[in-house]
């Protein structure tokens, strides 16, 4: 199994642009979450799906953040407009059913 | 509210030597306690979990923890770091499930010296 997926490793865009972080979970994992990590806050839970149905985004930091997960196998996070305060790692993990497997992350630097 | 607390932002120890990581959490219930790694440029990494029973767990890479209930504590050890084991780790609570929302401390950074 090539573990959860996430694209892209890096990403770079200037102040006010659309930013689309993309994940594959573990296939037959029911599970999906979307954390950031950065260095003042920590790592924190965004959203997480439940069988594709979000089960709670009250970690979404405000409405320019949106989360999708259309079918079982991919996810989508959506920073519209991104801010430079937005730079952190995100990871996406999904999960059986005693633990969360995290992807390696998605660097974002928003300038 | 729940919450994990780790004292220790920074620990340095010399290759060879015993090390513990502390962990403490605020919860009700007997939490879902785990016990994560990341190294520079990646993902976590499971170490270790407990979810009940034995309170002495063993995990990967020769670290265990104990769960204290008293003390509202799950420490990491390992008898002999090896400089690999540099990395961050990451005390973390499953709130009403072992596949719910972690909450995660803020990690402590350990360096290992030769």
């Known amino acids: 199994d090539a573990g959860v997926i996430q694209?892209?490793?890096h990403e770079v865009t200037e102040m006010g642009q659309e930013v689309t972080l993309r994940c594959k979970p573990i296939s037959g994992h029911n599970s999906l979450f979307w954390y950031r990590q950065t260095m003042m806050r920590g790592l924190e839970l965004l959203i997480y799906f439940n069988n594709n149905v979000p089960i709670d985004d009250?970690?979404?930091?405000e409405d320019r953040f949106s989360a999708k997960m259309p079918n079982?196998?991919?996810?989508?996070l959506k920073i519209q407009p991104s801010e430079p305060r937005d730079s952190a790692v995100y990871f996406c993990a999904s999960s059986s059913q005693d633990e969360q497997f995290f992807g390696p992350g998605t660097r974002l630097t928003v300038l | 509210a729940q919450s994990v607390t780790q004292?220790?932002?920074?620990?340095?120890?010399?290759?060879?030597a015993s090390l513990?990581?502390?962990c403490n959490y605020s919860y009700g219930a007997t939490p879902y306690?785990?016990?994560?790694?990341?190294?520079p440029g990646q993902g976590l990494q499971l170490l270790l979990k407990y979810f009940s029973g034995d309170t002495l767990v063993q995990?990967?890479?020769?670290?265990?923890?104990?769960f204290k209930r008293s003390q509202s504590s799950f420490n990491l050890r390992k008898p002999s770091v090896h400089w690999s084991d540099a990395a961050e780790y990451f005390c973390a609570v499953g709130v009403s499930s072992p596949?719910?929302?972690?909450?995660?401390?803020?990690?402590?950074?350990l360096q290992v010296f030769p």
């Open chain 2, 33 to 39: 306690l785990f016990w994560y790694v990341q190294s």
């Open chain 1, 58 to 61: 009250s970690g979404m930091p």
């Open chain 1, 72 to 76: 079982a196998s991919f996810s989508t």
């Open chain 2, 99 to 109: 596949t719910d929302k972690l909450i995660f401390g803020t990690g402590t950074r």
């Open chain 2, 20 to 22: 513990e990581l502390r």
């Open chain 1, 7 to 9: 694209s892209p490793r």
């Open chain 2, 7 to 16: 004292p220790d932002i920074h620990i340095t120890v010399s290759e060879g």
């Open chain 2, 59 to 66: 995990g990967i890479k020769g670290f265990e923890a104990e």
